[in-house]
């Protein structure tokens, strides 16, 4: 009976891994596209701020309305302007506002730029 269990899962495990990496791979286009300018290669600053410390430790209800409406974890505005893509919508693709899907694979992607 375990093992039987244990053949049924593997398959879901293996897929949850796939999604995980396309998940990545959509949050690196987004923030190529629409954040490296700013933030850098390595989310690590420029124009904008360093995202590879606070801002990677959010919650992503925090970070969800930082990239919407430019308010941090505490509802303040941000101390650097930044595009409210909430109102004006991407760079690319353009003029799209993303939504949950989009902001959760973004943030993982920043997320991973703290690792390496």
């Known amino acids: 009976m375990k093992i039987s269990y244990i053949l049924a899962v593997l398959p ?6 796939l999604a995980r ?3 990545l791979a959509a949050g690196k286009t987004l923030y ?9 290669a390595k989310a690590l600053g420029g124009v904008g701020a360093k995202l590879a ?14 990239v919407l409406n430019g ?4 509802n303040k505005k941000l101390k650097k302007p930044m595009p409210l893509f909430g109102t004006v919508g991407l760079t690319v693709p353009k003029g799209k506002v993303p939504d949950d899907d989009d902001l959760a694979n973004l943030f ?8 390496t």
Do not use: P, R, T
């Open 108 to 115: 993982a992607y920043i997320k991973s730029l703290v690792k």
């Open 71 to 74: 308010l941090d974890d505490e």
């Open 32 to 40: 190529v596209n629409n954040c490296q300018k700013c933030h850098g």
């Open 12 to 17: 879901l495990l293996a897929v949850s891994q």
């Open 53 to 66: 410390g606070e801002a990677s430790n959010w919650e992503l209800a925090a970070f969800k309305n930082a």
């Open 21 to 23: 990496a396309e998940d």
